[in-house]
């Protein structure tokens, strides 16, 4: 049987009493979605997977996204992105990188990633065995809604432009990447997005922007654009809607990509090792 932890964040929970190595009947499944759907992020303590538990559990999701750098993807695994520090025979076994910026997953696609589903094998401590490296969320939905009833009323029916490009190259403080293929260029044109989307689940109405990837606001004087774009973000991260996930070895955390986003802490370098492991649910078009 289900139970929860609910955190103090206006999102974020902790399911307890499921092993997800096994075949999860549907009403529990059902349970667990709803959960997801409720808090945006929901996650699992002590789990055991394997590569193909994890992509087998993530599909009963949705369909799941192959990543545009498969050269950061586990071999033999097209679906699971490492994000990685560790090293191996001098090169790197992942993104060293990722989410250093708040960001949505996949946000730059013309039909966004509906969630992550991001499994820990090893999570860095530092001298007194406390975890590092860890994750902060934000919920676009109470962001939504603590608005001012004016600012609201501004920004309906407004559009963002989410560029892929802009995120990739940003200073990340760790040398600069390697310039993107033509290929990956031609699968990741600039796309236009609601600044306010619609939860195609919940109904519920959330910014959807970010600092990593929403580069302006589609059709608005530039100055006056980018003022806007900075108040909405700054207003968005605020503390009182983010919470604050502490990594374990073995959790498994489910991110709802629509209404949420996120942002990794870089408070760790080796020998401390960090491997973690994504999946990415395929989502929809937003309105």
């Keep these: 049987m289900l139970s929860i932890q609910r955190s103090t964040a206006p999102l974020a929970t902790e399911i307890r009493g499921v092993d997800l190595s096994r075949d999860l009947d549907a009403a529990t499944f059902r349970e667990i979605v709803d959960l997801f759907h409720e808090h945006e992020v929901v996650y699992f303590r002590n789990q055991k997977l394997t590569p193909d538990q994890h992509v087998a559990f993530s599909r009963r999701l949705g369909e799941l996204e192959i990543h545009i750098r498969q050269d950061c993807c586990r071999p033999g695994y097209p679906e699971l992105f490492v994000v990685s520090n560790v090293m191996e ?70 559009k963002a432009v989410n560029s892929y490009a802009q995120g990739y190259y940003r200073d990340r403080n760790s040398g600069p990447r390697k310039p993107l293929t033509e290929e990956q260029k031609t699968k990741t044109p600039d796309v236009e997005h609601p600044v306010v989307r619609t939860h195609p689940y919940t109904g519920r109405k959330c910014l959807f922007i970010n600092e990593g990837y929403t580069s302006r606001i589609v059709g608005l004087p530039e ?26 070895v073995g959790d498994l955390l489910i991110w709802d990509n629509c209404s949420t986003q996120h942002r990794a802490v870089p408070d760790y370098k080796l020998p401390q090792r960090r491997l973690m492991e994504r999946t990415t649910v395929r989502g929809s078009a937003p309105f």
């Design 89 to 158: 025979n001098g090169k790197p076994i992942g993104s060293q990188d990722a989410g250093l910026f708040w960001h949505s997953d996949l946000c730059y696609l013309k039909e966004p990633s509906r969630g992550s589903v991001f499994y820990a094998r090893e999570v860095p401590r530092d001298k007194r065995g406390e975890p590092l490296g860890d994750t902060l969320f934000a919920s676009g939905v109470a962001a939504y809604d603590a608005l001012p009833e004016a600012m609201k009323r501004r920004i309906a029916g407004l």
């Design 223 to 248: 100055k006056e654009g980018a003022a806007l774009l900075a108040e909405l973000l700054a207003h968005s991260t605020q503390p009182r809607f983010v919470y604050r996930h502490r990594w374990q």
